[in-house]
C-alpha cells in the first residue's frame, strides 16, 4: 500500500509518499515545477510488486515544510534535501526518477551524489542548460546573462490561479499543457493531480521567484529568489554530468507532443517570439528558440563519450507527462531498463 509519511531531516519536515516491496530495488522519484508527488501515485500502485518506492515533495511544493529556495545555488537546495531525506530514511543505493524539474533535480543529485546512484531515469528532463535564456546545444547564454529566464517568464495566469484557488485554470493546463491533447485521466485521479499543481506554494522565495527588468526583448531577466529563477542559465549548468566519478547508466524518456520541453517550446521566450505571439521579437540569429531536446542529447552525448552510457525513448502520441498519458509503455521502458539491461 501506497502511504504519505512525513520525515524530519536535518534540513526540513519533507512530505513523502512510501510503498513496494521490502528488498526489491528502490526506485525515487522526483517530481516537476507546479506540481507534487500526487503526480507519480497511479504509477505507484503499478510498480509497488516490483520496487521499494519513495515520492518526495520538493519543499515549495505539496506537503513539505514551506521554505524559499536560494535560486543562487541552483538547484542545489533540492538536491541538498533529498540527500537529506535519503540519509534520514537509510537509502544508500537507488534508482533516481526525475520528471521535468525534477530532471534537472535529478542531474545535480547525480552530480552530488553519483556513488548512490543504480540509474537515472530522466523523463522529459529540464535541460542542462536550465530553462529560458540559452541559444546554442552547449548551451551559450544570451545576453543579458539570465534574460527571458526565471521568475518572470512563468505563466502570469497560472501564478494568479494559483493565489485565487482557480482549479479549473489549473484543470485546463493538466489537460492541454501537461498531458497529451485529448487525453484524460481517470477523475480520480485528475482530482489529485490538480491538488498536485494547487498545492504549489506562491511567495517571497517560494514560486515563481523574482525578476528584473532590461531593455533587451522581452524586457526581463532572472532575479535570485524563488522556484523559476534556480533554472536560470546564471544559476543552473548541469553540463558537469558528464565528468562524475561514477557514471550509472541512464534512460531518457520524452514525449513527442511535449509542450513544456522541446527545441521550439511554446513556454520558451523565443518560440514564442517566432510564433508572433510576443511582438518585438529580434529574429532567428539574435534570439532562437531555446533548443532544450538537442542540449540534453549534448551533454548526454558528451556523458557517453567519457565513459557512461544513455538510451533515449521518444513516446509516440505523449506529452510533457509520458508516465500519465503513455503509461504502459513508460513502465515497460523503465522495466526493461531496470531489469532486462545487460550490464
Same mark, same amino acid.
Request: charged residues 20%; glycine residues 12%.
Given at each position: 500500500?501506497?502511504?504519505?509519511?512525513? &520525515?524530519?531531516?536535518?534540513?526540513?519536515?519533507?512530505?513523502?509518499?512510501?510503498?513496494?516491496?521490502?528488498?526489491?530495488? $528502490?526506485?525515487?522519484?522526483?517530481?516537476? =515545477?507546479?506540481?507534487?508527488?500526487?503526480?507519480?501515485?497511479?504509477?505507484?500502485?503499478?510498480?509497488?510488486?516490483?520496487?521499494?518506492? #519513495?515520492?518526495? /515533495?520538493?519543499?515549495?511544493?505539496?506537503?513539505?515544510? +514551506?521554505?524559499?529556495?536560494?535560486?543562487?545555488?541552483?538547484?542545489?537546495?533540492?538536491?541538498?534535501?533529498?540527500?537529506?531525506?535519503?540519509?534520514?530514511?537509510?537509502?544508500?543505493?537507488?534508482?533516481?526518477?526525475?520528471?521535468?524539474?525534477?530532471?534537472?533535480?535529478?542531474?545535480?543529485?547525480?552530480?552530488?551524489?553519483?556513488?548512490?546512484?543504480?540509474?537515472?531515469?530522466?523523463?522529459?528532463?529540464?535541460?542542462?542548460?536550465?530553462?529560458?535564456?540559452?541559444?546554442?546545444? /552547449?548551451?551559450?547564454?544570451?545576453?543579458? #546573462?539570465?534574460?527571458?529566464?526565471?521568475?518572470?517568464?512563468? =505563466?502570469?495566469?497560472?501564478?494568479?490561479?494559483?493565489? #485565487?484557488?482557480?482549479?479549473?485554470?489549473?484543470?485546463?493546463?493538466?489537460?492541454?499543457?501537461?498531458?497529451?491533447? @485529448?487525453?484524460? *485521466?481517470?477523475?480520480? &485521479?485528475?482530482?489529485?493531480?490538480?491538488?498536485?499543481?494547487?498545492?504549489?506554494?506562491? @511567495?517571497?522565495?517560494?514560486?515563481?521567484?523574482?525578476?528584473?527588468?532590461?531593455?533587451?526583448?522581452?524586457?526581463?531577466?532572472?532575479?535570485?529568489?524563488?522556484?523559476?529563477?534556480?533554472?536560470?542559465?546564471?544559476?543552473?549548468?548541469?553540463?558537469?554530468?558528464?565528468?562524475?566519478?561514477?557514471? %550509472? +547508466?541512464?534512460? &531518457?524518456?520524452?514525449?513527442?507532443? /511535449?509542450?513544456?520541453?522541446?527545441?521550439?517550446? +511554446?513556454?520558451?521566450?523565443?518560440?514564442?517570439?517566432?510564433?508572433?505571439?510576443?511582438?518585438? &521579437?529580434?529574429?532567428?540569429?539574435?534570439?532562437?528558440?531555446?533548443?532544450? *531536446?538537442?542540449?540534453?542529447?549534448?551533454?548526454?552525448?558528451?556523458?557517453?563519450?567519457?565513459?557512461?552510457?544513455?538510451?533515449?525513448?521518444?513516446?509516440?502520441?505523449? @506529452?510533457?507527462? %509520458?508516465?500519465?498519458?503513455?503509461?504502459?509503455?513508460?513502465?515497460?521502458?523503465?522495466?526493461?531498463?531496470?531489469?532486462?539491461? $545487460?550490464?
Amino acid at each position: 500500500m501506497i502511504e504519505q509519511r512525513m &520525515w524530519k531531516t536535518q534540513r526540513l519536515e519533507i512530505a513523502c509518499y512510501q510503498g513496494g516491496t521490502a528488498g526489491a530495488p $528502490k526506485l525515487l522519484l522526483l517530481h516537476g =515545477n507546479a506540481s507534487s508527488s500526487k503526480f507519480y501515485l497511479p504509477l505507484m500502485e503499478r510498480l509497488e510488486g516490483r520496487f521499494e518506492l #519513495a515520492a518526495p /515533495d520538493l519543499r515549495c511544493f505539496g506537503d513539505s515544510q +514551506p521554505m524559499p529556495v536560494n535560486a543562487a545555488r541552483g538547484l542545489r537546495d533540492f538536491s541538498d534535501d533529498i540527500y537529506a531525506l535519503t540519509q534520514t530514511m537509510g537509502w544508500d543505493r537507488f534508482y533516481l526518477l526525475g520528471w521535468s524539474m525534477g530532471g534537472g533535480v535529478a542531474m545535480q543529485y547525480a552530480i552530488d551524489h553519483s556513488e548512490q546512484l543504480l540509474g537515472l531515469i530522466l523523463e522529459a528532463p529540464l535541460s542542462p542548460f536550465g530553462f529560458g535564456g540559452t541559444c546554442t546545444p /552547449d548551451g551559450r547564454m544570451l545576453t543579458p #546573462a539570465g534574460l527571458a529566464s526565471g521568475g518572470g517568464c512563468a =505563466n502570469a495566469q497560472l501564478v494568479q490561479a494559483l493565489q #485565487a484557488g482557480n482549479r479549473e485554470f489549473m484543470r485546463t493546463m493538466l489537460n492541454n499543457v501537461y498531458l497529451y491533447p @485529448g487525453f484524460r *485521466v481517470e477523475p480520480k &485521479w485528475e482530482e489529485q493531480f490538480v491538488d498536485a499543481i494547487a498545492s504549489t506554494r506562491v @511567495g517571497d522565495g517560494m514560486y515563481p521567484g523574482d525578476s528584473v527588468s532590461v531593455t533587451q526583448w522581452p524586457g526581463v531577466a532572472s532575479g535570485s529568489r524563488g522556484v523559476c529563477n534556480t533554472m536560470s542559465p546564471v544559476y543552473c549548468n548541469l553540463s558537469a554530468l558528464t565528468d562524475i566519478p561514477r557514471k %550509472c +547508466p541512464v534512460l &531518457w524518456l520524452r514525449g513527442d507532443s /511535449d509542450l513544456v520541453v522541446g527545441d521550439h517550446s +511554446p513556454c520558451d521566450f523565443g518560440a514564442l517570439g517566432e510564433m508572433g505571439a510576443v511582438p518585438g &521579437w529580434p529574429g532567428p540569429e539574435l534570439f532562437p528558440p531555446q533548443p532544450m *531536446v538537442a542540449q540534453t542529447r549534448y551533454v548526454l552525448d558528451q556523458y557517453a563519450a567519457k565513459g557512461g552510457s544513455y538510451q533515449e525513448i521518444l513516446l509516440e502520441h505523449s @506529452g510533457h507527462a %509520458c508516465h500519465v498519458d503513455q503509461e504502459d509503455k513508460f513502465l515497460k521502458s523503465l522495466m526493461d531498463f531496470v531489469f532486462s539491461r $545487460k550490464e
